[in-house]
């Protein structure tokens, strides 16, 4: 009843405007000033950085690429590298130790977790680095067989084995906990679509949970990505020759300590930027299937300006 | 082709299964009815062992398994499943695949089957199911009639013995309902044997042979579809048929 007045008033209505209306869009002047404004303050700070002496740019571009900061860059690389590889993939069986059905695995993962979060990094660098005070030897003994190899400790902590160590370990449990919320993120409904279909549970975890996992796995391991990026420069602490360690010896020496660390700093922004740039199409490649993908930065600057935009593809 | 005997089930202290016994022959279409909570989608998740059963034996194809002796073997579970499919209320398509992909998965990967095979047989499928133009679509861009009779594909791609319905038109809206239903008939006619657990009264009279009457825990009158969806002989069968019709 109501539903066909309010028709008729509509189609009344529409008979006493005979021309259609021209949709315009909204215009914001308000985000314009806004806009303008930062811009200015964005232009004023960056004069103020290129015009400071005291930035010395042109030491800062000698040595930008000699060949102690190169070394020291690849130290951080390998560094990241590493600790994430295998810190993931420790954090990935202790994710799975956690939700298994076994107790003693739940209570030795969250246990391994408790305690490596509990301790600051610096803390379990300094720890392994003296760990042979600890265990002069190591040495691994079967039974029945008998020693099969043994070393002095000394001969395997080097500063390089120790950062690793002290790093990967630190980093399996922040990564445990991001994988296991991903897991758990996934309903019921698909572990037992895929068991009804005669999965396994091993194709059910990597071919229908994990995936799916993934897409709420990543921006926080992005975020530890990036962040093991620079946590890595602790280990100039224990003299490992890392980019911030190589910059540092260079101004112990010349006491330019400005330019130098405007260097590290250089390196450091260029290589999370690459990090990040990395993790956007990852997110792409896991959001798969679900239409609220994220967007890029460019996308926003675009609709910002008001430019025409394919619209992306549910 | 399905034979189960004194089947129990608890959950805790509350029994949800109690000597539950029925036959199903091949080509048989039986209906599972009774109100929520009566034990019906219990008793079809028990038939793919989604839930273990406590007592009692389920044969299902050349498999039989019985329980109440120790724990089943973990193989015995995934024979006696091979010889069923499932379709559920909630449809649990795989998100992050197409359609397509969501059908040959499975026969890909638990039944080795060479990928361009299952391609050729999905077609088939999606085509008898209506879905063969949505085949390249991912489930969040489909309608749930449509999510619903991928799903029914996907089951049919293990050629299984029996196809287990649970609900399956519970969750879609009434316009939805019809374009499932249909599939379901089909496969009805061609002679599929099938389990459906259903609130949809009139499709069980129509599509069933036979139609089993659940409450509390117990099958209180099984028989012809026909009689026990209309002329019921227990009070609590025409109870529960009067409920549906004030609607």
Redesign the interface.
């Given at each position: 009843m109501s539903n066909r007045a309010f028709t008729n008033a509509g189609s009344n209505a529409g008979m006493t405007t005979s021309e259609p209306l021209i949709v315009v869009p909204l215009k914001h002047y308000g985000r314009w000033c806004w806009a303008a404004l930062t811009l200015l303050l964005a232009v004023a700070a960056m004069n103020s950085i290129v015009n400071n002496a005291n930035f010395e740019w042109s030491l800062v571009a000698h040595y930008l690429t000699s060949a102690t900061v190169l070394a020291g860059v690849w130290m951080t690389i390998k560094l990241t590298v590493l600790s994430l590889l295998l810190g993931f993939a420790g954090g990935a069986v202790l994710a799975l130790m956690r939700l298994s059905s076994n107790p003693v695995l739940v209570a030795v993962s969250w246990t391994y977790t408790w305690l490596f979060r509990a301790v600051p990094l610096l803390v379990q660098l300094f720890l392994w680095y003296n760990v042979a005070a600890l265990y002069p030897h190591l040495a691994i003994n079967l039974p029945w067989v008998g020693l099969v190899w043994s070393a002095p400790m000394n001969s395997i902590i080097s500063p390089f084995s120790a950062a690793v160590l002290a790093l990967v370990l630190h980093q399996a449990a922040y990564a445990a906990e991001i994988i296991r919320a991903g897991i758990l993120g996934i309903g019921s409904g698909q572990n037992e679509a895929a068991k009804a279909l005669g999965f396994d549970r091993w194709q059910t975890m990597s071919r229908i949970v994990l995936p799916q996992a993934m897409r709420t796995i990543l921006p926080p391991a992005g975020n530890e990505v990036i962040g093991q990026l620079k946590t890595t420069a602790v280990v100039s602490v224990i003299a490992l020759q890392d980019l911030l360690y190589s910059v540092q010896i260079i101004y112990q020496r010349t006491y330019e300590v400005i330019p130098l660390l405007m260097v590290a700093t250089l390196w450091y922004i260029a290589m999370t930027s690459v990090l990040s740039i990395g993790q956007y199409i990852v997110e792409r490649h896991f959001g798969r299937g679900v239409a609220a993908q994220g967007r890029a930065p460019w996308e926003y600057v675009n609709d910002f300006l008001g430019f025409k935009q394919k619209r992306g593809k549910i | 082709m399905i034979e189960v005997r004194n089947l129990k089930k608890k959950f805790g202290d509350h029994t949800v299964l109690e000597s539950i016994d029925f036959q199903v022959s091949k080509g048989e279409v039986v209906c599972l009815v009774g109100a929520s909570g009566s034990g019906k989608t219990t008793l079809l998740r028990c038939l793919?062992l989604?839930e273990m059963p406590d007592e009692g034996s389920i044969t299902i194809g050349a498999k039989t398994l019985k329980f109440g002796g120790g724990s089943v073997r973990?193989n015995d579970i995934?024979e006696l499943?091979?010889f069923?499919?499932?379709v559920?209320q909630?449809f649990?398509?795989?998100?992050?695949?197409?359609v397509m992909e969501n059908i040959i998965?499975?026969p890909i990967?638990?039944?080795s089957r060479p990928k361009a095979v299952a391609i050729e047989e999905g077609k088939i499928l999606l085509s008898k199911v209506g879905m063969l133009e949505h085949q390249d679509k991912?489930?969040?861009?489909l309608s749930g009639g449509q999510q619903q009779r991928a799903a029914i594909a996907?089951?049919l791609m293990?050629k299984p013995e029996v196809m287990l319905f649970d609900e399956p038109t519970s969750a879609l809206d009434p316009q939805l309902v019809r374009e499932v239903l249909k599939v379901i008939e089909g496969l009805a006619k061609e002679g599929q044997t099938m389990v459906i657990v259903t609130h949809e009264m009139n499709f069980a009279r129509r599509v069933s042979s036979k139609a089993l009457f659940m409450d509390k825990g117990f099958i209180v009158e099984s028989g012809k579809a026909a009689e026990v969806l209309t002329n019921p002989k227990e009070a609590s069968t025409r109870e529960f048929l009067a409920l549906l019709d004030d609607d």
């Open positions: - | 793919n989604l973990r995934k499943r091979r069923s499919g499932m559920f909630s649990n398509l795989f998100p992050h695949k197409t998965e499975a990967i638990v039944q991912y489930p969040d861009a996907r089951a293990m």
